[in-house]
């Protein structure tokens, strides 16, 4: 036989004002429960404003370093941007941001 458990809030969506919801509710003493269909975080952590950033980030560090001959500062070697490592820690980072706890 299965235990039922009970909870003093239940959150349905884990995107960013989900989980917020979230970690508060279970700040103020609550039991919470987190229903999301995919991965916690929601869309803006998972597709779309980590994965946007992710190659506008790498672009802009290279952009940096070639940058920095104007300071006196030389990196030796040709620069490129691997995207297959940029997409890779996007998902590492995405992977790490999102919540998994239990308050009860």
Same mark, same amino acid.
């Given at each position: 036989?299965?235990e039922k458990?009970?909870?003093?809030? @239940?959150? @349905? $969506? *884990?995107?960013p004002g *989900?989980?917020?919801?979230? @970690? ?5 003493? +609550? $039991? #919470?429960?987190? =229903? ?5 975080? *929601? =869309?803006?952590?998972?597709?779309? %404003? ?6 506008? %980030?790498? =672009?802009?560090?290279r952009h ?14 040709? +620069? ?5 490592? #940029?997409?890779?820690?996007? %998902? ?7 919540? =998994?706890?239990?308050? $009860?």
């Amino acid at each position: 036989m299965t235990e039922k458990q009970s909870f003093d809030t @239940i959150v @349905i $969506c *884990g995107g960013p004002g *989900g989980y917020v919801a979230a @970690i508060r509710a279970a700040q103020l003493g +609550m $039991c #919470v429960a987190v =229903v999301e269909r995919e991965h916690l975080g *929601g =869309v803006c952590l998972n597709w779309s %404003r980590i994965w946007t950033r992710a190659p506008s %980030r790498a =672009v802009k560090l290279r952009h940096l370093l070639e940058a920095m001959r104007e300071f006196g500062l030389t990196v030796g070697g040709k +620069m490129s941007i691997d995207f297959t490592k #940029v997409f890779e820690r996007w %998902r590492m980072v995405a992977n790490r941001s999102r919540l =998994v706890f239990s308050t $009860c």
